[in-house]
Structures are given as C-alpha cells and as structure tokens.
C-alpha cells in the first residue's frame, strides 16, 4: 500500500520510512523505493563529498511532476542524533547579517542521508567550504564553476566551452573535474592548493570567466543576464560565495527523469566536445553501474 509506514534499522538508527510505492519520478514511474535504495548504494560514493559540508535540500514531496520547495534549516522533527551546524545569515557580499543564523544539518552518515531522502530531498545542495570541528564554516576549499547554456546551445557547447576552462585553470596551477548537472549543463571543480575566503575564491572563479568571455564573447558569457545568453555558454562564478550552494555530485535531480549530477571523465567531455550525441546527463540506474566498474569520478586527485 502507498501509505505503508515500515520501520527499518540503519547503522542502528530506527528510522520510519513511508509511501514507498510513491512515484518520485512520473515519466519513468520511478519510485520513493527506488529513490532510497539508489541513495543507500550510492552512498559510500557520496559521502566523503558531503562530509563536513551543511546541506540545502529541494523536496519534492508528491514527486517532480508537483511543486517544490527550498529548505535550509533542519525542519521541525528533525531527530537528536542528525548532526546541524549554526551558520551566520550572510549578505551578498558574505558579511554577517543582523546576527540571524541558519541551522542546517550535515549528512556524515548514511541514516542522516536517509532521513532525507523519506523526506522527498531529492537534490542535496553545498557550499564549498566545510566546517570545523568547532562547527564554525572555515574558508572555500575548492571553486566550482557552472556552466549553463543558453539555447539552442547545449550540453555539446558546454563541452567545447569546458576545455577553454580547464586550460585557464590549468594556468593557475588548478586540476578541474567535470560533472554533468544532470539538468542542461556541466559543472567544473577544482580544489584550492589552500583554503581561501569566498571573497577571493569568488574572484578567482569570476576572473576565468571574464577572460573567456573576452577571448571568446560569441561562445561564452560571463553575464548574468539572461537575454544575452542566447546561444552561449554562461559561466557561473557567483556559486562560490559564502551563501551560495551547487548540487553536489552523486545527488539526484528534480527533472522529469531521475537524473544525477554526475561525475565525467575528460575523455567523455572531449567526445561531447565534437559530437553533440558523445555525451548525454546520465540517470541513476547509469550512475551505478559505471561507479561499479569505474570507482567514483571525482575522488580528489592523487
């Protein structure tokens, strides 16, 4: 039955699990289930890139085919043993706004991440700074850069535009990894030799992005507006502000389809680059088979 409550034990958490017949996902009639059990095997994968880092979520509770909702602070109910941190409100410029505070919980275990995904957290957003162990937010420890077309150009425009920002962060000393958004575009990280403010770490991202809009202004925009991003690629800079958050690798989309922000090779993002079908957003059951046989993608680089 839909509305079936089951009780189930996770890492010695008891955990109330519902509506697991539900469809999350009504073009593929994937279900509540099927969302669980990609999050419990995508886990040990995922982990490690949540770990220490507060999480916004996107909930979609009647599935992607209804409304969602943004969620910061860990809403009312949330159990004792969820690890939260306390974050100062920032403003757009990351100072410290009228003292307000935002409580969000951090997923270091694989309970935690189940308790959210019952709640219909499909997407899993970070910051990229993590905190200490005093629960205090330290510096950026890596910079991400989105890349968004803008029609009709594509994922095999943000492909070509993806190899112009891989050499300008190379320039800096900087390896980036590719993730497929698992909704239009690519997003690039590459971590910081050392911990920066988001101020800085913000520049740095926005500096690429001007230069490439210079260098190639009929390909690549760094504006934000969108009616001048017809037919180009808009590189993102601002996520790298304090209060700024990127769908972290491994999470699932709220799409029509349950994709993933997938972690790519540069090989797949070359044949993207001159082939507009040689790379495609991935979907879950894909994800989990290529971690399988691949290992995770975006592991830091050794």
Same mark, same amino acid.
């Given at each position: 039955?839909?509305?079936?409550?089951? +009780?189930?034990?996770?890492?010695?958490?008891?955990?109330?699990?519902?509506?697991?017949?539900?469809?999350?996902?009504?073009?593929?009639?994937?279900?509540?289930?099927?969302?669980?059990?990609?999050?419990?095997?995508?886990?040990?994968?995922?982990?490690?890139?949540?770990?220490?880092?507060?999480?916004?979520?996107?909930?979609?509770?009647?599935?992607?085919?209804?409304?969602?909702?943004?969620?910061?602070?860990?809403?009312?109910?949330?159990?004792? &043993?969820?690890?939260?941190?306390?974050?100062?409100?920032?403003?757009?410029?990351?100072?410290?706004?009228?003292?307000?505070?935002? #409580?969000?919980?951090?997923?270091?275990?694989?309970?935690?991440?189940? &308790? +959210?995904?019952?709640?219909?957290?499909?997407?899993?957003?970070?910051?990229?700074?993590?905190?200490?162990?005093?629960?205090?937010?330290?510096?950026?420890?890596?910079?991400?850069?989105?890349?968004?077309?803008?029609?009709?150009?594509?994922?095999?425009?943000?492909?070509?535009?993806?190899?112009?920002?891989? @050499?300008?962060?190379?320039?800096?000393?900087?390896?980036?990894? !590719?993730?497929?958004?698992?909704?239009?575009?690519?997003?690039?990280?590459?971590?910081?030799?050392?911990?920066?403010?988001?101020?800085?770490?913000?520049?740095?991202?926005?500096?690429?992005?001007?230069?490439?809009? /210079?260098?190639?202004?009929?390909?690549?925009?760094?504006?934000?507006?969108? /009616?001048?991003?017809?037919?180009?690629?808009?590189?993102?800079?601002?996520?790298?502000?304090?209060?700024?958050?990127?769908?972290? !690798?491994?999470?699932?989309?709220?799409? @029509?389809?349950?994709?993933?922000?997938?972690? #790519?090779? &540069?090989?797949?993002?070359?044949?993207?680059?001159?082939?507009?079908?040689?790379?495609?957003?991935?979907?879950?059951?894909?994800?989990?088979?290529?971690?399988?046989?691949r290992g995770d993608l975006f592991a830091?680089?050794?």
């Amino acid at each position: 039955m839909a509305g079936e409550e089951v +009780l189930v034990d996770v890492e010695g958490r008891t955990l109330r699990i519902s509506n697991l017949d539900k469809v999350m996902y009504p073009a593929t009639g994937t279900t509540k289930g099927e969302v669980l059990q990609y999050y419990a095997r995508i886990a040990p994968t995922l982990l490690p890139h949540l770990a220490d880092r507060a999480v916004t979520r996107i909930r979609w509770p009647h599935g992607t085919g209804g409304s969602s909702f943004f969620e910061k602070n860990a809403p009312s109910g949330t159990p004792s &043993w969820v690890r939260t941190v306390s974050v100062p409100t920032t403003g757009s410029r990351g100072e410290s706004r009228h003292g307000d505070r935002l #409580v969000f919980p951090v997923v270091d275990d694989l309970a935690t991440l189940t &308790w +959210l995904a019952n709640l219909a957290a499909l997407e899993l957003h970070v910051h990229q700074w993590r905190v200490g162990r005093n629960g205090r937010p330290r510096n950026a420890d890596r910079i991400v850069i989105d890349l968004d077309p803008g029609d009709p150009a594509g994922l095999h425009e943000c492909c070509q535009v993806a190899l112009l920002v891989r @050499d300008r962060l190379a320039e800096r000393g900087l390896e980036a990894r !590719p993730v497929t958004s698992g909704s239009k575009g690519l997003h690039l990280y590459a971590t910081l030799p050392r911990r920066l403010p988001p101020a800085e770490s913000t520049e740095l991202a926005k500096q690429v992005a001007e230069e490439l809009s /210079a260098a190639h202004p009929r390909r690549v925009t760094a504006t934000m507006t969108k /009616a001048r991003r017809g037919g180009k690629v808009f590189l993102d800079w601002s996520q790298n502000a304090g209060s700024k958050t990127t769908i972290t !690798p491994y999470s699932l989309r709220g799409r @029509d389809r349950p994709y993933v922000a997938a972690p #790519v090779s &540069w090989d797949e993002v070359e044949a993207g680059a001159e082939d507009p079908l040689g790379l495609e957003q991935l979907r879950l059951e894909e994800v989990l088979e290529r971690v399988e046989e691949r290992g995770d993608l975006f592991a830091e680089p050794r």
